[in-house]
């Protein structure tokens, strides 16, 4: 999932001069444990810019490091945790190393009449997207009262590209309050979302992106009552389209991130600090142009054409794509060919040349670990039916003309059983 496009060209020259220059010799030399002050400066202004207010930040090695010791800081042993299916795989090994046990609500792909994720006329054409099922998430929070530390927030959503509406953000935050239910919201997708005039503009009637109007982006830690439980992920990878630098951030309460630089401090200690300069001089950049609120960059409107134009083969071929709201994937259900997920991307690669993922390690496999009503707790009364095996995840994060290579490969070479 990384992006041959759209790298900073700001921070990349901030930091190669960084490096170059003589001037400060602490430049490339350790941080402090809590990031270089220029970038800790520019994370509070940037949140600050775009309409949030957290009261401390800590500089991470990635993202993923992030995610890592926020759940080492907040979960002990025999704690659960809860996050949605499917999910970024990390979310579960973390939760693994800390002795923690996962609580998982499967998402399925729901029909809706609704063109934005906030309009409640039920109007517009009919989408099929990844939803959450409001009565698998309140089971899952019961079942483990007393038990739950924690809930992992992703929106946009990895793999499935869903964008959590604001009712969705509120219900989170209701459930979080009620069962004393800390939050770390993963939102490193927050400025790819998919709407006019914030990233879609496709070229059909039925375009991912084409709604009535603008989606706003709805921070968790923006919801009334939730700032001091919230701990928010981010990451220069998804935000600058820099996969390879490894610097991430954490933002929250500073009791909670004290704690998670203390886990920091024994884990990576430091993100490299010339790239910590870059990123600052990046960040600083997005503030001056931002108007009080969070808004797609110029990236996600060519990732909305993208996965209209590979939904479109897809489609094409038999194949019913899930029509994704944001971040850099797009889904597909391979059911209608009689093939299963592992079965169609081996023949997709060996016959098209093209790879694609199939969802199945997006899933959580029976493994002694708790679920929310029980395995895939969004499936109702098939609860503890085996995760879905005819799903398949593509990269839209590429280049048109990757795009538009793949799409014409996948019609030329279309898969059977």
Same mark, same amino acid.
């Given at each position: 999932?990384?992006?041959?496009?759209?790298?900073?060209?700001?921070?990349?020259?901030?930091?190669?001069?960084?490096?170059?220059?003589?001037?400060?010799?602490?430049?490339?030399?350790?941080?402090?444990?809590?990031?270089?002050?220029?970038?800790?400066?520019?994370?509070?202004?940037?949140?600050?810019?775009?309409? +949030? @207010?957290?009261? *401390? /930040?800590?500089?991470?090695?990635?993202?993923?490091?992030?995610?890592? =010791? $926020?759940?080492? %800081?907040?979960?002990?042993?025999?704690?659960?945790?809860?996050?949605?299916?499917?999910?970024?795989?990390?979310?579960?090994?973390?939760?693994?190393?800390?002795?923690?046990?996962?609580?998982?609500?499967?998402?399925?792909?729901?029909?809706?009449?609704?063109?934005?994720?906030?309009?409640?006329?039920?109007?517009?054409?009919?989408?099929?997207?990844?939803?959450?099922?409001?009565?698998?998430?309140?089971?899952?929070?019961?079942?483990?009262?007393?038990?739950?530390?924690?809930?992992?927030?992703?929106?946009?959503?990895?793999?499935?590209?869903?964008? +959590? @509406?604001?009712? *969705? /953000?509120?219900?989170?935050?209701?459930?979080?309050?009620?069962?004393? =239910? $800390?939050?770390? %919201?993963?939102?490193?997708?927050?400025?790819?979302?998919?709407?006019?005039?914030?990233?879609?503009?496709?070229?059909?009637?039925?375009?991912?992106?084409?709604?009535?109007?603008?989606?706003?982006?709805?921070?968790?830690?923006?919801?009334?009552?939730?700032?001091?439980?919230?701990?928010?992920?981010?990451?220069?990878?998804?935000?600058?389209?820099?996969?390879?630098?490894?610097?991430?951030?954490?933002?929250?309460?500073?009791?909670?991130?004290?704690?998670?630089?203390?886990?920091?401090?024994?884990?990576?200690?430091?993100?490299?600090?010339?790239?910590?300069?870059?990123?600052?001089?990046?960040?600083?950049?997005?503030?001056?142009?931002?108007?009080?609120?969070?808004?797609?960059?110029?990236?996600?409107?060519?990732?909305?054409?993208?996965?209209?134009?590979?939904?479109?083969?897809?489609?094409?071929?038999?194949?019913?794509?899930?029509?994704?709201?944001?971040?850099?994937?797009?889904?597909?259900?391979?059911?209608?060919?009689?093939?299963?997920?592992?079965?169609?991307?081996?023949?997709?690669?060996?016959?098209?040349?093209?790879?694609?993922?199939?969802?199945?390690?997006?899933?959580?496999?029976?493994?002694?670990?708790?679920?929310?009503?029980?395995?895939?707790?969004?499936?109702?009364?098939?609860?503890?039916?085996?995760?879905?095996?005819?799903?398949?995840?593509?990269?839209?994060?590429?280049?048109?003309?990757?795009?538009?290579?793949?799409?014409?490969?996948?019609?030329?070479?279309?898969?059977?059983?």
């Amino acid at each position: 999932g990384w992006p041959d496009f759209g790298a900073s060209d700001v921070a990349r020259d901030a930091a190669a001069a960084v490096i170059a220059a003589d001037d400060d010799p602490r430049a490339n030399q350790y941080s402090v444990i809590s990031g270089r002050p220029e970038l800790v400066t520019a994370l509070k202004r940037y949140y600050e810019a775009t309409g +949030s @207010s957290p009261s *401390d /930040v800590l500089v991470t090695s990635s993202g993923t490091e992030a995610c890592y =010791v $926020a759940m080492r %800081a907040l979960l002990d042993p025999g704690d659960e945790v809860i996050f949605l299916e499917p999910f970024f795989p990390w979310y579960l090994s973390h939760a693994k190393l800390c002795g923690a046990v996962a609580r998982t609500v499967r998402m399925k792909p729901t029909r809706s009449n609704s063109n934005s994720n906030d309009d409640e006329t039920g109007t517009g054409t009919e989408r099929l997207r990844f939803a959450l099922d409001e009565d698998a998430l309140r089971r899952a929070f019961e079942e483990g009262r007393g038990k739950t530390k924690l809930f992992v927030h992703n929106s946009p959503h990895n793999p499935t590209g869903a964008v +959590s @509406s604001r009712k *969705d /953000v509120e219900l989170v935050a209701r459930l979080c309050q009620e069962f004393d =239910v $800390a939050v770390l %919201a993963d939102e490193v997708y927050e400025r790819c979302t998919f709407g006019v005039g914030g990233g879609g503009g496709g070229d059909d009637a039925t375009s991912v992106g084409e709604t009535a109007e603008v989606e706003p982006f709805h921070r968790m830690m923006d919801v009334e009552g939730m700032a001091e439980r919230t701990i928010t992920v981010g990451t220069s990878s998804k935000l600058l389209a820099l996969t390879g630098w490894r610097v991430g951030w954490l933002a929250g309460p500073p009791a909670l991130i004290a704690a998670c630089k203390t886990m920091h401090s024994y884990t990576t200690y430091c993100a490299p600090t010339p790239l910590q300069l870059g990123v600052a001089a990046a960040l600083d950049v997005i503030s001056e142009d931002a108007k009080g609120a969070v808004s797609a960059d110029a990236a996600a409107a060519t990732m909305a054409r993208n996965a209209t134009l590979l939904a479109a083969a897809l489609t094409d071929v038999g194949c019913v794509p899930i029509e994704p709201s944001g971040g850099y994937f797009l889904v597909v259900d391979v059911s209608p060919l009689g093939l299963t997920s592992v079965e169609y991307c081996t023949k997709l690669a060996t016959e098209a040349k093209i790879a694609a993922v199939p969802l199945d390690v997006f899933y959580h496999d029976d493994d002694g670990d708790a679920s929310g009503g029980g395995k895939g707790a969004g499936d109702g009364e098939d609860a503890a039916a085996a995760p879905p095996n005819n799903y398949v995840r593509f990269c839209v994060c590429k280049r048109r003309e990757t795009i538009e290579t793949c799409a014409a490969a996948i019609r030329a070479n279309p898969v059977r059983k």
